[in-house]
């Protein structure tokens, strides 16, 4: 009874056009006025307690930490040093646009970030050399959301935050997957680009492009400063949001000189505005959790999956297949927030790793940022790249399925994220 309510109080909020913030917390509140323990200052505490969190301290350096990125010149030389590599391949501005947002990945950890910055660059230069403008946009999209998976990742913050699980260990464990999904789609766009009759650009001259390496090596010290701080215990994922923040400014205000005080300004800004919404959800989504815990919803979905429990690939394989509809019609912070507390005890219960739950549902929740019909990254894209969101739609299709087949072969074999999780201890 308490799912059911809290379940069509939540969707019809939504539905009613109220920000998924307030919309969790009223769905708490149902919860309260349906068991009688409506109190209005256990509401407030929970919603303190959901932002008064050390570890989200993190969130905003992440996100500045982008910011400086983009403005101060580390994300064009990174697409510069990979097109000097792979550029002169068939199709080879999409290579350039996946290695990119590889690379870029391991630096911001916000998908909407690195996929505004891949397309702003690539996408007219795409179109200039007669790529179709859907397709490219389609890969600038995939090759955004591998950002929530490789460290330093939002996504994992959040989930360790929920989860009261290792963030470390969470960074440490999407290295290989979020390389994997690079894979996928390098592949992907090997099979669309046959069918493209495009102009190919002249190889670069070894001297040129150790050049560009040079020039872009101080944009590729921070992943191996951040990951080697972090399997080493120099120091937590929080402080390394603060080191990669402090990194990108100084290299972009000292080593590029692109940043300058208004372009600084306009970082500080745009970091308040990101880390208001994603604090704001974490806040109040801390109520709906609160009462989760208090009415054991995740016992009674659990009993739902009674039949699963002793079949733990049908039960994580249920459960994704829930998260990935869900990401159709929700954002990807909001899935997190909702689905970690009712999800996790019903798979630890099941002996599963949550270290290995944590990396495929934010994989799984981070595919749902380019489905349609509310996918964020998409509307980004369509923005960005100057597409309808039709077009953008067709344009992801073939990337969408190879990192759908991608999230399956890893719920078929665990060992693809927990055997190279173990290399990082």
């Known amino acids: 009874m308490t799912a059911s309510v809290f379940l069509v ?31 209005a200052q256990t509401v407030v505490q929970n919603a303190v307690s959901g932002a008064d969190n050390f570890v989200l301290m993190a969130v905003p350096f992440f996100i500045l930490a982008g910011e400086f990125m983009n403005a101060g010149g580390l994300s064009r030389r990174i697409v510069d040093m990979a097109g000097a590599f792979v550029g002169h391949l068939r199709g080879g501005l999409g290579y350039v646009a996946i290695f990119a947002g590889i690379l870029l990945a391991s630096l911001s950890g916000s998908a909407v970030a690195d996929t505004a910055a891949l397309a702003a660059i690539l996408v007219p230069m795409m179109r200039q050399a007669g790529y179709d403008p859907a397709r490219a946009c389609g890969l600038m999209a995939a090759g955004g959301i591998i950002a929530p998976v490789i460290p330093p990742s939002i996504g994992f913050l959040i989930f360790g935050v929920v989860a009261n699980v290792s963030i470390t260990r969470l960074f440490l464990a999407g290295i290989v997957p979020g390389i994997l999904m690079g894979a996928v789609l390098i ?10 009759q495009v102009a190919v650009a002249p190889r670069v001259p070894w001297g040129q492009r150790l050049r560009l390496l040079g020039r872009g090596g101080w944009a590729l010290m921070l992943p191996v400063i951040i990951i080697g701080g972090l399997r080493f215990g120099i120091f937590t994922p929080t402080e390394s949001a603060v080191v990669a923040a402090a990194y990108a400014l100084f290299v972009g205000l000292v080593v590029y000189r692109e940043l300058d005080g208004h372009k600084i300004y306009e970082c500080l800004l745009a970091t308040a505005r990101t880390t208001s919404v994603v604090l704001l959800l974490a806040a109040l989504a801390m109520v709906a959790s609160y009462m989760i815990t208090i009415t054991d919803i995740s016992g009674q979905v659990g009993g739902w999956l009674q039949g699963l429990s002793d079949h733990p690939l049908a039960l994580i394989s249920a459960m994704m297949i829930v998260v990935f509809f869900a990401g159709m019609v929700l954002d990807f912070i909001p899935i997190v927030l909702i689905f970690t507390p009712v999800f996790l005890p019903i798979a630890q219960a099941a002996d599963i790793d949550p270290v290995y739950f944590g990396v495929i549902f934010i994989m ?22 100057k597409v309808t969101m039709d077009e953008a739609v067709r344009g992801i299709l073939p990337f969408l399925l190879a990192l759908v087949v991608l999230l399956i072969l890893l719920i078929l074999f665990p060992a693809l994220v927990t055997v190279p999780a173990q290399w990082w201890r």
Do not use: E, H, K
């Not at 909020?13 to 009223?26: D, K, Q, R, V, Y």
């Not at 592949?187 to 493209?196: G, H, L, M, T």
């Open 187 to 196: 592949v992907a766009w090997w099979i669309v680009a046959r069918r493209q």
């Open 364 to 385: 799984n929740c981070s595919i749902g940022m380019i489905t349609p019909p509310v996918g964020v990254v998409l509307n980004v894209i369509s923005s960005v790249g």
């Open 9 to 39: 109080t939540l969707l019809g909020l939504i539905t009613l056009g109220l920000p998924i913030a307030f919309a969790l917390m009223f769905a708490g509140v149902a919860l309260m006025l349906l068991t009688g323990q409506f109190d």
